[in-house]
């Protein structure tokens, strides 16, 4: 009978937070930006298909960066039970912070159970019916949630990306501007990432009830 | 959070999803005709769709009946299955509000899950396995009879549906009427229809023809001015849903009055 070898727990959850960093380090960034309206996601993103960014629920929508077919899975999972929780009992009980939770039991539970970890950083937004109502949920590789307030980056370099967030943003932008924001806030100060590679999404307050737009190239207007 | 192996995924299904749930619909057990007849549930009643030229109109009476009685005066039958497309019902007015909701739940769910809409084609065989799973039902007396109505937006027109109660899905070039008053109001149609009309005209012929109907069975509502509650009439076109506000059917009404009293 074969041995296995004794590895300490704290060097095994080191290890698997160590392979999903590494593989979520590899992909490109996305931000969410709040403004007066709402709040857009600026994705780079060269794909015109395959998108990081979708629509959840009337007020939700849902990116991710990282494996595609991992956060894809995700993304699908949470239109279920969004919509299951719809259907069963309104379309006013969905919202962001009970999905955020349920990401993160999921993620959580492959982080220490599976093989492999998820290679996904994900990001809930909802837009509130006033500003104030506006959320964002930041949900890690492991399950660790973290709940932003104005503006969030994920993905590889997020750390310099919210750095210059921090410095850029402020209270009552209107859309365009957020979009500027973002986009120059992922390309930092060397690069003007072109449209060609921009994948924006809008969730405002404005759009009636599914408040989940995608932007085109012409709406961008550079 | 619904997970499920890829061998068994169900995919953008959502009825399917429901059953896979546990929320799926009961089996009716013990249910019989006699039972269903003793019950006297609320029915919907008239509802008409014609094309016109640059896409459909739909319209719908708000009258709900329980045998002799009015159990609703402001039922909407005519609703926005998604931003192309709509759908009107007559028959047994909780199993086909229960179907409309459910409808509309899937195409959103499918466009949410696949990224990109069903084709209106595939809406309306959607809406037909609905109908056929209400079969059961149906033979106890719980028919339900929608129209369907949209914009093709890959061949840029307006085209129409109807259902028998098995599910047989019948597109129609022109117009369709459902429901008890459905004789009147599709004999308006049929001698009022024009190919290519203007929206305006189109509106002003289901709103003349839910007036005949309302007027010749009793089990169609008529525009309600004492309570101001009038049929709903909405437009479908490449611009998406547009109904129509309650001030502009009341003008429309007053001219239908206007000219009945002429005579």
Redesign the interface.
Known sequence: MSMPFYVAPEQMMKDRADFARKGIARGRALVAVRYADGIVIVAENASETL?KV???YDRIAFAGVGKYNEFD?LR??????A??K???YSRDDVDARSLAN??A??LGTIFTHEMKPMEVEILVAEVGLEPSGDQMFHILYDGTVVDERDYAAIGGDAEAINARLADTWTDGLDRAAAIALGRTALGGPEREIPDDDLEVADLARTNGRRCFHRLTKDDLGT | ???FSTSDDPGSN?PE??RR?G?GPDPMVGASTDVMRELSLPHATTCVALTYADGVVMAGDRRATSGNLISHRTMEKVVEADRYSGVAIAGAAGAAMEMI??FQ?QL??YE??E?TALSLEGKANQLSMMVRGNLQAAMMGMVVVPIFGGYDLRRECGRLWDYDATGGRYEERDYVATGSGSLHAGTVIKVGFRPDMSRDDAVNLAARALWEAADADSATGGPDVLRGIYPVVATIDAGGWSRLDDVDLASRYEAIVAEVRSR
């Open positions: 998108r979708s629509e959840i899975q699908v999972a949470g239109v279920r039970a919509d299951l719809g259907f069963q349920s990401y039991q999921m | 959070m619904p997970i959502f999803l429901l749930v929320l909701r459910l739940l959103e769910h949410k899950v990224g």
